[in-house]
């Protein structure tokens, strides 16, 4: 019967703009621990967890929360993150790379300020 009842509500909304979402995770944020309690769920298990652009490691401690056996690296290029990056790495046991991601080595001008932000740019 539920299997029924989905089919004729995914047939009925087909038709509208509107879609039909999971509850869980309200932001962007925090949709990726839900999808990463998923992936647990599922038997992912990885040994080791790259954060591009950790900011201040929320990712990370998500992460180790879930996956408390891998190892973490961090890379986060904005000095002013580094102070905290350096705390949370010692305390954690992570790694922490002062440099950014791109597909060439090489050197560039970064835009950031004196607070650690989400918006800091090449």
Do not use: W
């Not at 201040?56 to 580094?82: D, N, W, Y």
């Amino acid at each position: 019967m539920e299997f029924i009842v989905k089919q004729f509500v995914k047939a009925a909304l087909a038709h509208t703009p509107y879609r039909i979402v999971r509850a869980r995770g309200a932001n962007r944020f925090e949709a990726i621990e839900s999808c990463l309690q998923h992936l647990r769920e599922h038997g992912y298990a990885p040994k080791i967890v790259i954060d591009g652009g950790a900011h201040i490691g929320s990712f990370s401690l998500a992460t180790k929360g879930l996956f408390s056996s891998a190892t973490h690296h961090l890379i986060e290029p904005q000095p002013a993150c580094f102070a905290q990056l350096d705390a949370l790495c010692a305390r954690e046991g992570f790694h922490l790379h002062k440099c950014a991601l791109g597909s060439e080595v090489g050197e560039l001008r970064m835009a950031a300020g004196d607070e650690p932000s989400t918006g800091a740019h090449i």
